[in-house]
């Protein structure tokens, strides 16, 4: 899953719950924010109520509880103060994109997401000023909508244009410098998708080549299983790309036909040669899904170069007629990256659904779930594969883009690949081979897996690690004390063994939980100083088995299942067991674990250390009043670096784009958003010579940020 399947955290206050896909639903706030977090006022009659030596008492006990409660906002465990190195170390090696433009998700195809720029910096970003503002119309609410609706767009920029897309499936061409719009193509959606996401992170952008139409092309892949090739000029279609329709069919080959079930939500690879294209498929619905295989595509003409399905490895070459590819195998959902020059694509995995039990799993299905796999760009065979998580039965699939970057260790230059995970690990590999950079240990872990299953004896661990500290009864939380002795019951009526407890029917706790340490938004990697900004969120979550004998009825969701209806998140239809998936919440909907839940850090990535760790984010939009109180909130989208020393973070649960001190950690400005911003931000030159920072600002449906359709641009006065 991409972020989880679990119930919604404590926002919004209200009874709304997230449903679908693979973002947190579910937590509920029942009563007011002030409510939530504050005593009730003790003035007039309850006070007199309560008037005898007992009374006293407990509205003394109260008081201490308020008093530490409050306190405990403040308090941060988790904070690491220091510093970064300032002065670059090494120069960045970036040629083949043009400083001032962003040509791919991660600006280029090492998914760095860095600007070489520096004309904003720590000493004039508080001048920052709104440039632009561009609305594109496209907002969730439209009937068919699955709740997970999201604007998750970070645009490209090449030449004087923007090109980005939107969750509708619209691509549109804006000015850089003034935001007008150049040009717009609604693509357009069948009705009756079983969608459990409608979303576009992203375009992929091929630069000039010697094709007399579309010298250079736009790919984007569309929600009902296409792949779309366009003219960056004009927005029209390739026509001599998919054999003269402009486009591709991505269900070629694919088993268990239904459409919405399989698409590509994230954007595609483009090399000199090849487009390579990666899907999602539906988690916890069936063990009957379609393919998670990876196919790679001539760039000019659409044609099917090679073909990897995880389930048969080393058979590659393109599928013939009439024959499909394994069902429910490993998919990758996420971003990959390249390296042309050695050759590799590196693709980040996920599990076979269901995710929390894993029975039925295959030898080839294990090999490769939840790992990152570097394929031969030539021939689509596996050059090496590193497993980020062994027999993954918590939902830990491989989120986020692995960014690539050269290392100076010991005065030996390693061109090195740092892959973030759910779990909190960050694996520093060696992308020529996948040998750990920094060390990598296999730690003994809980067992005592579901009927019919096993767990792995060890996982991996690595030196570079944000996995919180195992959760303890004294560490329950609350905004009354009652509530707190809740959270302290539910965690004693809880299995919990620390990190990759497996599964029960008595119901695990899983910290952290499947939202994930990290997710799609990565980290941000400057290649200069060979430091990145990373953006962990710390959350619990739990999981509970429910056995099934049969494939009708709904345990999870209630009733039975009408023939051809939507999907039925986490019914697990085909396997032993359904799943309950919610967060660790009180009576009243708040984390049972202490705050903070999200931070910012900076690790050094050639010793391998945290330098610096805070907490980020307020409560200010989680509430129906506007209390900004920085208590540390979760993060949904990537950072940005820039050369000068900045950080960029738009995809908090609060509404503001943020610059930080990449040095410090410091926060040193913030504009405030008109809806969630859970996307990355992105940064380029403009016509008129000035550096502009843009973020999408479209909300996110199963957080339940408020949705928009904005796209913002900042630069210093003119």
Not at 118 to 138: C, F, K, M, S
Not at 178 to 202: F, I, M, V
Not at 507 to 516: D, S
Not at 624 to 639: A, D, E, I, S, T
């Amino acid at each position: 899953m991409r972020c989880s399947s679990s119930p919604r955290w404590a926002g919004r206050c209200g009874s709304r719950a997230w449903t679908g896909g693979r973002s947190p639903r579910g937590w509920t706030c029942p009563s007011s924010w002030a409510r939530c977090c504050c005593c009730p006022s003790s003035r007039g009659r309850g006070t007199r109520a309560l008037a005898g030596r007992g009374g006293l008492a407990l509205v003394a006990a109260l008081a201490v509880f308020a008093a530490t409660a409050v306190a405990s906002w403040f308090h941060d465990p988790h904070q690491i103060a220091g510093e970064l190195p300032r002065a670059p170390i090494a120069a960045a090696a970036d040629g083949a994109v043009p400083a001032g433009e962003w040509h791919a998700y991660g600006r280029t195809a090492a998914g760095q997401r860095h600007a070489p720029l520096a004309q904003i910096t720590p000493g004039n970003v508080e001048n920052l000023q709104l440039a632009w503002h561009y609305r594109t119309g496209d907002v969730r609410g439209q009937p068919g909508d699955p709740e997970e609706t999201t604007f998750q767009a970070t645009p490209l920029k090449i030449g004087e244009r923007l090109f980005l897309c939107t969750p509708h499936q619209s691509v549109v061409a804006l000015d850089a410098t003034t935001g007008a719009q150049a040009w717009r193509r609604d693509l357009g959606l069948p009705k009756g998708l079983a969608l459990q996401h409608l979303t576009c992170r992203g375009l992929s952008y091929q630069a000039s080549s010697s094709a007399p139409e579309c010298p250079s092309k736009l790919f984007m892949p569309t929600a009902d299983g296409r792949l779309l090739a366009l003219d960056p000029a004009t927005g029209k279609s390739c026509s001599s790309f998919g054999g003269g329709r402009g486009e591709i069919d991505l269900w070629a080959g694919m088993p268990n036909h239904r459409p919405g079930a399989y698409y590509s939500t994230s954007p595609v690879v483009v090399t000199q040669k090849l487009v390579i294209v990666g899907g999602t498929v539906l988690d916890n619905v069936s063990t009957r899904e379609q393919s998670g295989v990876i196919r790679a595509y001539d760039i000019e003409t659409g044609a099917l170069v090679w073909n990897w399905d995880s389930a048969r490895p080393d058979d590659t070459a393109p599928l013939a007629a009439g024959q499909t590819y394994t069902p429910n195998s490993p998919n990758s959902w996420s971003i990959s990256s390249v390296d042309e020059a050695l050759g590799m694509v590196y693709v980040p995995m996920g599990n076979q659904p269901p995710d929390q039990w894993g029975g039925n799993r295959s030898e080839a299905v294990e090999r490769f779930s939840s790992s990152v796999v570097a394929l031969d760009l030539a021939t689509g065979r596996v050059r090496w594969s590193f497993q980020t998580v062994h027999h993954d039965l918590w939902d830990y699939d491989v989120p986020a883009q692995p960014s690539l970057v050269d290392l100076e260790i010991g005065g030996t230059r390693v061109p090195a690949l740092v892959q973030p995970t759910k779990q909190g690990e960050l694996f520093v590999l060696d992308r020529r081979t996948g040998v750990p950079v920094h060390p990598v240990r296999e730690d003994p872990v809980p067992q005592g897996a579901a009927a019919g299953d096993r767990t792995a004896p060890t996982q991996p661990r690595s030196a570079v690690s944000f996995d919180p500290p195992a959760l303890t009864e004294s560490a329950m939380w609350g905004a009354t004390m009652f509530d707190q002795l809740m959270c302290r019951i539910a965690f004693r009526k809880l299995r919990y063994e620390g990190r990759y407890t497996p599964p029960s029917t008595q119901g695990t706790l899983v910290y952290p939980g499947n939202f994930g340490v990290f997710n799609w938004g990565g980290v941000a990697v400057d290649p200069q100083r060979q430091s990145l900004f990373a953006t962990p969120t710390m959350l619990a979550f739990v999981s509970q088995l429910v056995p099934r004998s049969d494939d009708t009825a709904l345990l999870v969701q209630g009733g039975q299942r009408p023939q051809d209806s939507l999907p039925a998140l986490n019914e697990n239809f085909g396997a032993p067991f359904a799943v309950k998936l919610s967060a660790f919440t009180s009576p009243l909907g708040i984390p049972c674990q202490q705050p903070p839940w999200g931070f910012v850090a900076g690790v050094d990535l050639v010793t391998g250390k945290t330098a610096w760790m805070h907490r980020n984010g307020t409560v200010r939009d989680l509430a129906p009043v506007p209390l900004p109180l920085r208590m540390g909130v979760p993060n949904l989208g990537g950072p940005l670096l820039t050369a000068s020393g900045l950080a960029f973070l738009s995809g908090t649960l609060d509404y503001y784009l943020r610059a930080y001190d990449a040095t410090t950690g410091r926060e040193i400005w913030k504009a405030r958003l008109p809806a969630g911003g859970q996307a990355t931000p992105m940064s380029y030159t403009g016509a008129d010579g000035r550096q502009y920072v843009v973020a999408v600002a479209g909300g996110h449906g199963s957080l339940g940020t408020k949705a928009g359709d904005h796209v913002m641009a900042w630069a210093l006065p003119k």
